[in-house]
């Protein structure tokens, strides 16, 4: 079964451009999730999504929004881009059979942000 | 609102030591509690997870208890190994998935 794959894995842009960045789960896995990864703030949530529907959000400002696809595919983008948001995404996927919480995440390995 | 703190690293071991990684957190209600384990170069695996009080969670000789009189989910290993070499990150969900700082583990031989 092939595992969570994320595009690109790398990415290079400049203050005030906006990205996409792009999330296949694991075939048959219905919740995708996204996290920030930095050295400063760690591994923080930005949101969850569930048969194309967002579950939650975490605390982050209105630039950051995703969506979710009729198979699952989900995409995250991130508008006016600031020195700030350079990170590694990393995108999880999970069943969801279990219930939120009980079920175990995959991750992808990230796609690498780099703002200038 | 709901927060994991970790023992703070780099922790340096050499081989066959005990491993003990402190985890604790705070939430309302009864969160899941997870272990995920970042290998150089590769992506956050779970390592292990426990879902109610009392529980234990275990995968490649790594043990935790879910302890809710302490607010614990310490992680332990008997005897560590190089290729344990990595970094820890305990991690609750209640509401949304919370993640701890990380713990960065060097097994010597």
């Known amino acids: 079964k092939a595992g969570v794959t994320q595009t690109p894995r790398y990415l290079i842009k400049t203050r005030g451009q906006q990205v996409t960045l792009s999330c296949s789960p694991i075939?048959?896995?219905?919740?995708v999730s996204w996290y920030q990864q930095t050295p400063g703030q760690g591994l923080q949530f930005l949101f969850e999504?569930?048969?194309?529907?967002?579950?939650n959000k975490g605390n982050f400002p209105g630039r950051f929004s995703g969506r979710q696809f009729s198979n699952s595919r989900s995409e995250m983008n991130v508008s006016t881009l600031e020195l700030g948001d350079s990170a590694l995404y990393l995108c999880?996927?999970?069943?969801?059979?279990?219930?939120?919480?009980?079920?175990?995440?995959?991750f992808g390995p990230g796609t690498r942000l780099t703002v200038l | 609102g709901d927060s994991v703190t970790q023992m703070e690293g780099p922790v340096t071991l050499s081989e066959e030591a005990f491993l003990t990684i402190n985890c604790t957190y705070t939430a309302t209600g009864y969160p899941s509690l997870f272990w995920y384990v970042q290998y150089p170069g590769e992506g956050l695996q779970l390592l292990l997870k426990a879902t109610k009080a009392d529980d234990k969670g275990s995968n490649k000789g790594f043990e935790a208890t879910y302890r809710k009189e302490t607010t614990s989910f310490h992680l332990e290993k008997g005897s560590v190994q190089v290729s344990d070499s990595a970094v820890y990150f305990c991690?609750?969900?209640?509401?949304?998935?919370?993640f701890g700082a990380g713990t960065r583990l060097t097994v010597k031989p």
């Open positions: 999880a996927s999970s069943s969801f059979l279990g219930g939120a919480g009980t079920d175990t995440q995959y």
């Open positions: 999504y569930f048969s194309e529907t967002q579950r």
């Open positions: 075939s048959g896995h219905r919740s």
């Open positions: 991690a609750l969900y209640n509401n949304d998935m919370r």
